[in-house]
């Protein structure tokens, strides 16, 4: 197998950072990159055996660039703190990267809320490209939420998914999306986007591509919820970015 180092981002991770360390052990290297945890995440980490690099979170986009230009490796494969990398993953990881075909790798997810494996509602197969030559990407710095990659070579897809143990309770789900309305919002206002009609249209458009399109109804009442709360919080979103318009110099009273 060609080199390769896991990255591993953090902040706070002392719950899942263990189960995630643990299914990495077959790489070359693990570097995890903390956001200055208050917790034991970083305790956790340097006894899993991980490189662990400090540096103070700025975006996603920003500390995700700043983790590829500490790497050494041909490769990388950025793993989240709330997933895990199973044999089979691995094992497909470690054939991809001895390939001259392609420089970078989508791959599928399992993502289980609430303790349940969702497999509609978008939620399936949600590729995700995180193996790639250091060489041949970077991410978005614009792209403040859904880091993307943009990749300068060939992409090919990977089979077997990584595990993600998302949210363990609707509380943690809700505060997860109230963050993600917040970003996306910064995100639309850099792109110049005024909310009109969307207050409606958006939400609504919405839980119709959740539930009737992408099938969340299959998932019974876990499909119904996740489908209502993505909705509720684009509603969330396009009210920030509607604050965000408003609190423009040209628009406060003097």
């Known amino acids: 197998m060609s080199e390769l180092t896991a990255i591993v981002l953090t902040w706070n991770e002392e ?20 956001s200055l945890s208050t917790d034991r995440t970083v305790e956790i980490a340097r006894q899993h055996g991980a490189k662990v690099m400090l540096r103070p979170f700025s975006s996603f986009p920003d500390q995700r660039n700043a983790a590829l230009g500490l790497v050494e490796t041909d490769w990388v494969f950025f793993v989240d703190a709330d997933e895990r990398v199973p044999p ?18 989508w791959i599928p997810t399992h993502n289980y809320q609430m303790g349940k494996l969702i497999l509609h509602a978008g939620l399936y197969p949600d590729y995700h490209l995180r193996l790639f030559r250091k060489s041949k990407g970077h991410y978005d710095p614009a792209q403040k939420v859904h880091e993307y990659v943009r990749l300068d070579g060939a992409e090919g897809y990977l089979e ?22 917040r970003l996306k919002a910064e995100v639309h206002f850099d792109r110049g986007v005024k909310p009109t009609y969307h207050f409606i249209a958006g939400p609504t458009l919405e839980f119709l591509r ?45």
């Not at 719950?15 to 903390?34: N, P, Q």
């Not at 509720?232 to 009210?239: E, I, L």
């Open 15 to 34: 719950d899942y950072i263990a189960e995630c360390l643990s299914s990495l052990k077959w790489c070359e290297t693990v570097m995890v990159l903390d």
């Open 88 to 105: 089979q993953l691995a094992s497909e990881v470690a054939l991809a990267t001895t390939t001259t075909e392609f420089d970078g790798y």
């Open 160 to 181: 077997n998914p990584l595990i993600h143990v998302s949210c363990r309770t609707w509380s943690d789900f809700i505060g997860h999306q109230k963050r993600w309305a």
């Open 210 to 254: 959740r539930y009737i399109r992408l099938r969340g109804y299959r998932d019974g009442l876990h499909g119904l919820y996740l489908s209502c709360i993505f909705a509720y919080y684009y509603f969330v979103m396009y009210v920030h970015l509607g604050k965000i318009w408003a609190a423009r110099p040209e628009n406060i009273a003097t």
